[in-house]
């Protein structure tokens, strides 16, 4: 499935904008970010829990992962990138009105939150 595109790119046939993914039929074929998914509500989505964030063992914490991002924008303040990461994967999770599905790179970072939720 690709990354949404952007004004650089012409996308492929059947691919919409990188900024209409969200709104358009079309959009489901993408992955979108933080940026153009702020603002929407959905009645599901998928959050792919990245590199950008670990477990911590020994304080039994999630910690941010400056070395695990692609994002140029979260790179530029590591002092606060704690705090950024975990708001991004805060917002992304809280889009899906009806459901939200995870899934997560690092499974020690699995086993937190599955530790965490009650079914």
């Known amino acids: 499935m690709p990354w949404e595109t952007h004004d650089k790119i012409t996308p492929p046939r059947g691919y919409v904008k990188w900024?209409?993914?969200?709104?358009k039929p079309e959009g489901i074929k993408?992955?979108?970010?933080i940026y153009t998914?702020?603002?929407?509500?959905f009645d599901y989505v998928g959050v792919i829990v990245g590199n950008d964030i670990k477990y911590d063992k020994v304080t039994e914490k999630l910690i941010g992962n400056p070395e695990g991002t692609k994002d140029p924008i979260l790179k530029?303040?590591?002092a606060r990138f704690d705090e950024y990461v975990k708001n991004i994967y805060r917002v992304l999770m809280?889009?899906?009105?009806?459901?939200?599905y995870v899934y997560f790179v690092d499974k020690?970072?699995?086993k937190y939150f599955r530790d965490r939720l009650k079914f």
């Open 76 to 78: 530029r303040s590591k």
């Open 37 to 41: 998914a702020q603002g929407f509500e």
């Open 30 to 33: 993408q992955v979108g970010c």
């Open 94 to 100: 809280s889009r899906g009105m009806k459901g939200c």
């Open 19 to 23: 900024y209409e993914w969200a709104y």
């Open 108 to 110: 020690e970072v699995e």
